[in-house]
């Protein structure tokens, strides 16, 4: 094995390192000169590529239309909805000047006070105003909605504490935001979007989530409801991977946006936004790979199969080039990304620690032996399993082996996730079991004090009230009262 690979920390050892060595070892992102910000790099950014085409083409269907707002926001907006600016007043970088100049005694630049903005600006940490003072000129009538926009872009939320692609400054992500005639339809939106998320995620990231709305503490700030996705990390630990919102009327309201009904009456209109970002690429990571490297679900992988020859000599290396040509574009048609690897540059045993390190979920081998007995050595990256098998009807076995384990590497997320789903009723048990992580079913009475209660002493919150387990009134584990329903509790990112 590649000494890079040696390297890795093991997850036993420390998962936090484990997955900073592996988003740097991959060439995932690297940091950036930018306190919390990262570079993402091609092979990151190619992963990230194969999600938002995924996603764009999901939204679209439900009627979504992709549009773009200023990065810039001015002061005042931030203050029209009261709960949104508390919300993310101290994760605001404000730009106040305009111009900079050259220093007093030429030896470096200062901002020029001369060149004060009259009113400051926000850099988006979510972009509900703008949009919201925008819609005002879109919308006038009852026959303008439902008006469904998209954005990809980019956000900046001023990060104390930040990892790659988990919780960073600045990063990328895709913001939805929809305005309706009804309550009914606004609420039915943002509870589609959520589905629309979970879909994604099992589907395509092979990643298990539970699907639930958040206590009121944990909703999104000027929301009535906040819907989300949970998934369940390899350390136990939760990370929230996508939210939908019903914001009612608030953001209407703020802003002044009205239309006229089916009876010529103005009435405010109802809203949601619902987002996902590049904590997706984290998720995948944390979610799947292991000591090696990554394991890539095949829909994501930027290169679903690696072809890599050895030879002795060009004749050899042009025979076995000649031979895997028609493999090689026989998977081309069937729309399977392919890199044939015939470069002299590094030895075979590199390659392939390189490829596993950078979880190519299916590597092919041919050499002289292979070449005479019309062979290849197959190998899949999720169990590290190789074979070798004949070229006849090689391509329709690999487009099978692809499919088969995009569902494996899911089945064994969700029995992960499954034998880590506990039922607790005890508080003392509760606080001794969640130092191992996993999520915790537990009875809670709808109050503050007892959501506040647990997260200061177990450092674990209210990660949803779950949709799909079967709901019983009990009691709650901490304050005896009586409870309606089960929610999940979980430590997380």
Not at 16 to 36: C, F, H, M, P, T
Not at 218 to 229: C, H, K, N, S, V
Not at 278 to 301: E, F, K, Y
């Amino acid at each position: 094995m590649a000494k890079e690979l040696k390297e890795l920390t093991k997850r036993a050892e420390n998962y936090s390192q484990w997955y900073n060595d592996l988003i740097v070892k991959a060439d995932l992102a690297e940091q950036s000169a930018v306190r919390g910000c990262m570079v993402i790099k091609p092979y990151g950014y190619a992963i990230w590529e194969k999600m938002q085409q995924q996603l764009d083409k999901m939204f679209k269907e439900t009627g979504a239309q992709n549009a773009y707002f200023p990065l810039l926001i001015p002061k005042s907006f931030m203050s029209r909805e009261a709960e949104h600016v508390e919300g993310f007043a101290k994760e605001c970088a404000v730009v106040t000047h305009y111009r900079l100049r050259t220093n007093s005694d030429k030896t470096g630049i200062e901002v020029d006070p001369a060149a004060k903005l009259e009113e400051e600006l926000i850099i988006r940490p979510t972009s509900e105003t703008i949009i919201w003072n925008t819609y005002k000129n879109w919308i006038q009538s009852y026959r303008d909605l439902p008006l469904l926009c998209n954005q990809w872009c980019n956000v900046m939320r001023w990060e104390m504490r930040t990892r790659p692609f988990l919780r960073t400054s600045e990063f990328l992500w895709q913001e939805g935001h929809t305005a309706h005639a009804t309550r009914e339809e606004a609420e039915e939106e943002a509870k589609t979007m959520l589905k629309v998320y979970a879909k994604f995620a099992e589907e395509w990231m092979a990643v298990p989530v539970v699907q639930g709305v958040k206590s009121e503490t944990e909703r999104f700030a000027g929301a009535l409801d906040t819907y989300t996705i949970e998934a369940m990390m390899q350390d136990g630990k939760a990370l929230q991977s996508g939210t939908s919102h019903f914001l009612g009327q608030n953001f209407a309201k703020a802003f002044d946006v009205t239309f006229l009904n089916k009876e010529n009456k103005p009435e405010y209109v109802w809203a949601t936004s619902w987002g996902v970002s590049t904590r997706l690429v984290g998720a995948l990571i944390m979610t799947h790979s292991d000591d090696n490297g990554l394991v890539l679900p095949p829909r994501l992988a930027p290169i679903q199969v690696v072809i890599i020859p050895i030879h002795k000599g060009e004749e050899q290396l042009q025979a076995i080039t000649e031979k895997l040509q028609p493999v090689i574009n026989g998977l081309k048609d069937k729309g399977i990304t392919v890199k044939y690897d015939d470069a002299d540059n590094k030895r075979p045993g590199f390659k392939f620690a390189d490829y596993e390190l950078k979880g190519v979920p299916v590597r092919l081998v041919m050499g002289g032996r292979d070449l005479e007995n019309g062979t290849l050595e197959i190998m899949r990256r999720d169990t590290l399993e190789k074979e070798t098998v004949s070229m006849e009807g090689i391509v329709e076995k690999i487009e099978k082996l692809l499919e088969e384990m995009q569902k494996n590497i899911f089945e064994k997320a969700k029995k992960f996730r499954d034998e880590h789903v506990h039922e607790c009723n005890s508080y003392e048990e509760f606080k001794e079991k969640i130092k191992d992580g996993g999520f915790f079913l537990c009875h809670w009475d709808g109050t503050e004090e007892t959501e506040a209660k647990i997260k200061e002493e177990t450092q674990a919150t209210i990660r949803c009230v779950p949709f799909g387990y079967e709901q019983t009134e009990g009691v709650d584990m901490v304050s005896g009262k009586p409870a309606k329903h089960r929610v999940i509790i979980a430590r997380s990112y």
